[in-house]
């Protein structure tokens, strides 16, 4: 059975189009419309919007970035903000955040090398498969 996607129509329009997820290009589009997959694209965009701002902020806390950050590693008054706690203070990187995802990778990484794959069937259809799997 091929896989499908269910693009929703307007009510205007009545029924839903049904796409095939592996399209082909001479598929019929009937009743398809290019402004419904407009909004589909916009509302994943808006939808990611959190997603990706919480990448931002982790890659900004492992590579040590913040705002007003000088180049020289001391603290410098910027846009009329006093430096804190006073003026070429050491404004150190701690890589504490690098260390620990260092760490945890090195120890995820190594718990697959020496893991031991199970592979138990649930239904009779699924012995010939986990056979092949722990081979």
């Not at 049904?18 to 009937?30: A, M």
């Not at 410098?76 to 504490?96: C, F, I, M, T």
Request: glycine share 6%; net charge positive; hydrophobic share 35%.
């Amino acid at each position: 059975m091929p896989m499908t996607t269910r693009i929703k129509r307007t009510k205007k329009r009545g029924k839903d189009a049904v796409l095939d997820t592996i399209s082909n290009p001479r598929q019929n589009l009937d009743g398809f419309d290019v402004s419904d997959i407009m909004q589909e694209i916009e509302s994943a965009v808006t939808d990611a919007g959190d997603y990706l701002q919480r990448m931002e902020r982790n890659e900004n806390t492992r590579l040590c970035r913040w705002p007003d950050k000088d180049k020289s590693g001391r603290k410098v008054s910027k846009r009329g903000k006093p430096a804190k706690p006073w003026e070429n203070a050491a404004d150190h990187e701690v890589q504490l955040a690098q260390e620990v995802l260092l760490q945890l990778t090195a120890l995820r990484s190594a718990a697959m090398v020496r893991g031991a794959l199970n592979v138990t069937p649930m239904e009779s259809s699924d012995v010939k498969a986990a056979g092949q799997m722990m081979e």
